[in-house]
Every structure is written in C-alpha cells, then in structure tokens.
C-alpha cells in the first residue's frame, strides 16, 4: 500500500482539479453550447495535474514527456465527442436510459480502444527516435482541424432549461479528480523515462468532464443541449494542448507557479479567447 506521505502530492491536485471541474462544466447548462463549450474546456484539469507532475520530480525530460503526450489525448477526446454528436440519432429505439447507457458503453469503449494505440504508437514512435514534442505538436493540429470543421457550419448550440443534479454536479468532480490523482500517482511509481509518463500524460485528459456533461445534459436536457455543445468544445480543446506544450517548457525554466500561470494566461490569449470570436461569427450568421 502508499504510505499518506505517497499519496498526499496526488490528492491536493485532484481536489483542486475536482472543484475546478464542477465549476468549468456548469457553465455548459448555463449558457449555451457556445459560451459554455468555451468555458468548460479552459485549461483546468490540466493545471493541478502539470504541478503535480511536476512535483513528482522524475526529472524535467520525464515531466516534459508527459505533458507533450497530452495533445494526443486531446485528440482522443475529440474523436470522443464527435461521436456524441453523430450516433444518438443512429441508436436503436429504446428509454433514455438504455440509449444513454449504450452510448455511454460506444463511446468509452471507442476512447480506450484508441488510448491503448495512442499509448502503444507514442511508445514506437519514442523507440524510433520521434520525440514526444512532435507528436504533440502534430495532435494538436489535428485537433484544431477537427474543431474547425466541425464548427465551419454553424449549429444551433441552446442553452439548458432545468438544472442538472447535485449528484451528477459532484460525479463529475469526482471523476476528473479520480483521473488527475491516477496520472500523477502513476508519474511517482514509474520510472524516470519510459511508459509511466507517457501513460500518465493520457490518463491526465481521460474525457471526465465530457462524459459527465454530455450524460449529464442529456438526461436532463434531451439530445439539442449536448449536441450543441460538441463543435465548440472540440474546438475549445486546443487551449489545453496549448497549456501542456507551453508548461513542458515554461514550468522548468521559471518554476512550476509562475511557469504554469503563465502557460495559463498565454493559452487563453492565444486560443481560447480566438475561439470564442470564432464561434461568436457563426452564431451571428446563423441568428442572421
């Protein structure tokens, strides 16, 4: 078993990254696929899981390594949320709970199934020389063409009309929590180059907050809400691969508070807000 001493640098961040999680996420219900898809998808998961990493002190070529692995699980989750956007109106007939069940079983099923070859191709690819730096940088332009697409064609992104339940609020702080405390204990028991880190940067992105927000939204909104939301966040996710290469080189140079407060800011200035006026156009065109 961890002793409390082991286990201590992995809870503070996943609290941390649990509370910023509810709070992220419900901006989705609130206001609208656009503004809320935005909002929900700033780097802040990302955040408590690089200072944790960080702090887990396997060397800076280990800590950078799982930080330029993480666009890649980026890109992961856009295939995942693009799936919530095409197959529930391919799902046999059935309650809501079924066909929530059944998409919920499709769509984690098809993110694992691409996690073990994004794990297994980063590691071949490591092995033939090919940095993770790159693939990083090559994920997060896939990302952003994927995000582009998908919203090039404006759709209509409606805001929730009841209220998600506290349960449902909590669950998914509790699973971005689950999933920032497994990469950064990961990152502590694993050696100091190889498979830990590069596994604990995917584990970093497990789409909890996706999940929770597309069941969670269509239990209580019907299918309009979350579909609306999807172009937007696949787009918004590119601030957080662009949070994850700026730390990998910001947080050893100036230290881990100013390197990742800055990665923060530059990542919102740099993407998240060119998002925002992005999606604002098409709106605009499409109330036009």
Known sequence: MLASTELLPAVLPALLAGGMAIGATLAVERWGGVVGGVLGTLPTTIVPAALGLYAADKGVEAFQDALHVTPVGMLLNVGFLFLWRVLPGRLPQGSLGKQLSLMLLLSLGAWAVLAVLGVGS????????????????????????????ATW??????????????????????????AIGSSVLIARSAPEQGMGSLVAGMAAVFPAIFMTTMAGLWLSQGAAVPSGAVGPMM???CAVSAFSLLAAWLMPELGSALGASISWVLSIGLVSIPVALWLRRGQASLAG
């Open 235 to 237: 787009l918004g996710s």
């Open 122 to 149: 980063v590691e071949l690819a490591s092995q033939a020389g090919v940095r993770p730096l790159w693939l990083g940088l090559g994920a997060s332009v896939l990302t952003a063409g994927a995000g582009l697409a």
């Open 153 to 178: 064609t404006p759709r209509p992104a409606p805001k929730g009309k009841r209220k998600v339940s506290v349960a449902v609020i909590l669950a998914r702080g509790l699973l971005a929590a689950a």
